[in-house]
């Protein structure tokens, strides 16, 4: 059965530094999603992406993110300096159309972030 | 979005079949019903979704009032590895692509 992919599974870094969470989405979907949930919280949408650019985004997703499909099967996240409240566990989702009503979200494990 | 509430959590026994509740009686007519769940240390999943008629699939079955303000997840032989955090998400057809997650209620299945 496909699956949505991430890595890593756990990202050390310090503050202030830059990350770079992978992700490769189930290959025929064409919407694709970010998602955090900090320790003991709920899941949190970050951002949606589609034909090559950001089709929603949260509160959250301000301009230390930003999100790349740099080829035809990675999805990026990018956080370009990173702070102590950015630690959560990042979520990467992948559907086949943009319409939840009828196409679930496919999530991939996670990539756990620590920031020091 | 519309607000669905559930108990904080709920236990059941193995290979007994367990109910969860889910209230949202702020639903609008154009809200999909969506059930997800969430496994310890993994990312959320799919479970069923529906809109007004009860719905089965392989995991679940899905039990909705006739007034649609609230429904019932049914798992038939709860087994050790539905533990999980169950979400109950209402979706507007046409509205936003992304899943609003509330708190979600915690399964504990007893062996």
């Known amino acids: 059965e496909p699956e949505v992919t991430q890595t890593p599974s756990h990202q050390v870094t310090q503050m202030g530094q830059e990350v770079i969470l992978r992700c490769v989405p189930i290959s025929n979907h064409l919407y694709f999603y970010w998602y955090r949930q900090i320790l003991g919280q709920k899941v949190e949408f970050l951002v949606s992406f589609y034909n090559n650019e950001i089709s929603e985004k949260s509160e959250i997703f301000d301009d230390q993110f930003s999100v790349e499909r740099p080829d035809g099967s990675n999805f990026t996240l990018k956080i370009r300096s990173t702070k102590l409240e950015d630690s959560a566990m990042y979520f990467c989702?992948?559907?086949?159309?943009?319409?939840?009503?009828?196409?679930?979200?496919?999530f991939g494990p996670g990539t756990r972030l620590t920031v020091l | 979005d519309a607000k669905t509430t559930q108990p904080n959590s709920m236990e059941s026994n193995e290979e007994e079949p367990v109910h969860l509740p889910c209230n949202h009686s702020t639903i609008s007519g154009t809200d999909y019903i969506h059930w997800y769940r969430q496994l310890p240390s993994q990312g959320p999943e799919y479970v069923i979704h529906g809109l007004t008629s009860n719905v089965n699939n392989r995991m679940a079955s899905l039990a909705i009032a006739e007034d649609r303000k609230s429904s019932t997840l049914i798992l038939h032989r709860a087994t050790l590895r539905d533990a999980a955090v169950y979400y109950c998400i209402l979706i507007s057809q046409g509205g936003s692509e992304k899943l609003v997650f509330g708190k979600g209620m915690k399964l504990t299945v007893n062996p």
């Open positions: 989702a992948s559907s086949r159309t943009g319409d939840p009503t009828y196409n679930e979200q496919f």
